[in-house]
Antibody
Framework: EVQLVQSGAEVKKPGESLKISCKVSGYTFTIYWIGWVRQMPGKGLEWMGI????????RYSPSFQGQVTISADRSITTAYLQWNSLKASDTAMYYCARQGVATAFDYWGQGTLVTVSS | QTVVTQEPSFSVSPGGTVTLTCGLS?????????FSWYQQTPGQAPRTLIYSTNTRSSGVPDRFSGSIFGKKAALTITGAQTEDEADYYCVVYMGGGIWVFGGGTKLTVL
């Protein structure tokens, strides 16, 4: 069974760093892209970027380039989304999703809620 | 950057038919683009409904269908159920490893 299990909710202060994770199982980690999607409170879904764990190719949405870092660790089949200096506007739910058939996202993590507040 | 446009909201009666659309700021949709549709209910992660414009994902009821409708991609729900009340998102793969999400349509079934 394909599963994407994300790390738990985080509460951080502005300026702090953070790395959230997406642990996958049930398929070969290295042959599917994994994407990250943001959902701000009460708002829609936004595509942030995507990584191919097989060779660590990464693509970022222009809106998020330079704001976050996407990475993956093949040894533990886990993808990551990282911030060096959080802002209050980073408060959101973040989802990881596998890019499967025909470029669609076919499996989703349960989401990680990140709250940034002083 | 291309903007993907969706109706902000729509309403349908139980048992009725509704078509939600997905357009591009660049003009008509192209058959070379890949459209997918996702359903999100409150507090839940998105669920994949349609990929490749018109292919239902595994386990999705056949009342959901995807198509090209005029100059836009479309998601049609035929015989809407109360459990179909949700937010629906269109996503376009633009090529070059870039995806764009539409703003979503809030569907009310009443």
């Amino acid at each position: 069974e394909v599963q994407l299990v994300q790390s738990g909710a985080e509460v951080k202060k502005p300026g702090e760093s953070l790395k959230i994770s997406c642990k996958v199982s049930g398929y070969t980690f290295t042959i599917y892209w994994i994407g990250w999607v943001r959902q701000m409170p009460g708002k829609g879904l936004e595509w942030m970027g995507i990584i191919y764990p097989g060779d660590s190719q990464i693509r970022y949405s222009p809106s998020f380039q330079g704001q976050v870092t996407i990475s993956a660790d093949r040894s533990i089949t886990t993808a990551y989304l990282q911030w060096n200096s959080l802002k209050a506007s980073d408060t959101a739910m973040y989802y990881c999703a596998r890019q499967g058939v025909a470029t669609a996202f076919d499996y989703w993590g349960q989401g990680t809620l990140v709250t940034v507040s002083s | 950057q291309t903007v993907v446009t969706q109706e902000p909201s729509f309403s349908v009666s139980p048992g009725g038919t509704v078509t939600l659309t997905c357009g591009l700021s660049s003009g008509s949709v192209s058959s070379s683009l890949y459209f997918s549709w996702y359903q999100q209910t409150p507090g839940q992660a998105p669920r994949t409904l349609i990929y490749s414009t018109n292919t239902r994902s595994s386990g999705v009821p056949d009342r959901f269908s995807g198509s090209i409708f005029g100059k836009k991609a479309a998601l049609t729900i035929t015989g809407a159920q109360t459990e179909d009340e949700a937010d629906y998102y269109c996503v376009v793969y633009m090529g070059g490893g870039i995806w764009v999400f539409g703003g979503g349509t809030k569907l009310t079934v009443l």
